[in-house]
Nanobody
Framework: QVQLVESGGGLVQAGGSLRLSCAAS????????MGWYRQAPGKQRELVAA???????TYADSVKGRFALSRDNAKNTVYLQMNSLKPEDTAVYYCNAHIYHLDLKWGDYWGQGTQVTVSS
């Protein structure tokens, strides 16, 4: 029983910035990797960025240099700072987390998605 709560999506002009957040709560022993995926209409879901517990992050080539991922382990929260946004960044962004539960079982969880729209 884990919930992921996403926030920070919205409408922004090209070149602007948004900050997405995803907070995990529930029966959590540890939060392993956390990341963001996105899916635009007519396209496959793609990995945007992911971060390990120790803070090692990886990014899709399309967002390198523009997006920055960070996490607050005390709050079980991951942040995606998105700068220099482009219209092609428009998509529904989904938070993903791999959770190790208090009962020692693993679970893979997804947020409901938050819409990011970049206008030209």
């Amino acid at each position: 029983q884990v919930q992921l709560v996403e926030s920070g999506g919205g409408l922004v002009q090209a070149g602007g910035s948004l900050r997405l957040s995803c907070a995990a709560s529930g029966s959590i022993l540890t939060v392993n990797a956390m990341g963001w995926y996105r899916q635009a209409p007519g396209k496959q879901r793609e990995l945007v960025a992911a971060i390990t517990t120790v803070g090692s992050a990886t990014y899709a080539d399309s967002v390198k240099g523009r997006f920055a991922l960070s996490r607050d382990n005390a709050k079980n929260t991951v942040y995606l700072q998105m700068n220099s946004l482009k219209p092609e960044d428009t998509a529904v962004y989904y938070c993903n987390a791999h959770i190790y539960h208090l009962d020692l079982k693993w679970g893979d969880y997804w947020g409901q998605g938050t819409q990011v729209t970049v206008s030209s």
